[in-house]
């Protein structure tokens, strides 16, 4: 691997990455060399996803912390204890996420509640913890997960669209904050992903005919698509990379 790219020594966390998009993320950075902090809220996942993971990287990289992003004590306590027991904090990916489709006018506020603050607040939150000791050493990386929904609107999902699009701005927020205390934070919008998720959606032959046509690429996402750029945004090949959020979409919000 290229030295630029090399996460070797750092550590990482990975919110919701006991399973989907998060754990292949988790695993791109181990296999860039990075020591990596595994969360989710299901104590049984993350150790089964944990321990799968030892299996292939066996040098004690893989840790695991199982705590709620939306509870600022526990973002709180969880940070300290990754940069007491596991090192010091350098790359946080702001990974986990909820949907909940209903049409706005059926839509409860305890869900919009629940929407925004697992899919938005919790980056604050966790960003926050994160980014103090990163600050006070000059250096780290953040990365916000974002979504097509960042840019584009769809019936029955409201309060994902609002807090994907908030996150792009939070995105923007953190780095005219803290960017120059070194520190880059950027977000990785994903397109349609071909995961166990969206299997039935893919054998939807009118929604699968309908993504291949609205995709330039003609094609749905890997996890491996998103893999790349992760490394690349947690490591040094991105310095100078500030505030952006990278669609990768396969060119789906760059057409009509
Ligand atoms: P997923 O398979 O449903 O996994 C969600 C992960 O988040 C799980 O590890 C889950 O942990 C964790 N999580 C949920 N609520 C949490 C909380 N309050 N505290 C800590 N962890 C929590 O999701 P995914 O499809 O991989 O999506 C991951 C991210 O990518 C989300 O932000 C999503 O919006 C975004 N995204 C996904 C797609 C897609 O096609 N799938 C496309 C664009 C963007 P437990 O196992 O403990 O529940």
Not at 96 to 112: C, E, N, S, T, Y
Request: hydrophobic letters at 45%; glycine letters at 10%.
């Amino acid at each position: 691997m290229h030295a630029l790219f090399d996460l070797t020594g750092r550590v990482a966390l990975v919110t919701g990455s006991s399973r989907g998009i998060g754990n292949a993320l988790a695993r791109g950075l181990a296999q860039a060399g990075a020591t990596v902090v595994l969360n989710g809220v299901n104590e049984d996942r993350l150790a089964a996803a944990a321990e799968a993971m030892a299996q292939e990287f066996p040098e004690g990289r893989i840790h695991a912390r199982a705590f709620d992003v939306t509870n600022a004590e526990a973002a709180a306590e969880s940070v300290a204890w990754i940069e007491a027991n596991v090192g010091p904090l350098e790359i946080l990916i702001n990974n986990a996420g909820i949907q909940h489709r209903v049409p706005m006018l059926d839509l409860d506020v305890k869900d919009w509640d629940r929407v925004l603050s697992t899919d938005l607040t919790s980056a604050f939150l966790v960003g926050r913890e994160a980014a103090r000791g990163m600050i006070s050493r000059g250096r780290g990386k953040i990365i916000n997960i974002c979504s097509v929904q960042t840019d584009l609107a769809r019936p029955t999902i409201a309060p994902y669209i609002a807090a994907k699009g908030g996150l792009r701005n939070l995105t923007r927020a953190m780095t005219a904050e803290w960017a120059a205390s070194g520190l880059q934070i950027n977000g990785i919008a994903p397109g349609y992903i071909h995961t166990e998720l969206t299997q039935n959606l893919v054998d939807d032959e009118k929604f699968n005919s309908w993504i291949l046509g609205r995709t330039p690429a003609n094609r749905w996402g890997t996890v491996e698509d998103l893999v790349g750029p992760a490394v690349w945004l947690a490591s040094d090949a991105s310095k100078f990379v500030n505030g952006q959020t990278i669609f990768i979409d396969g060119g789906m919000t760059v057409v009509v």
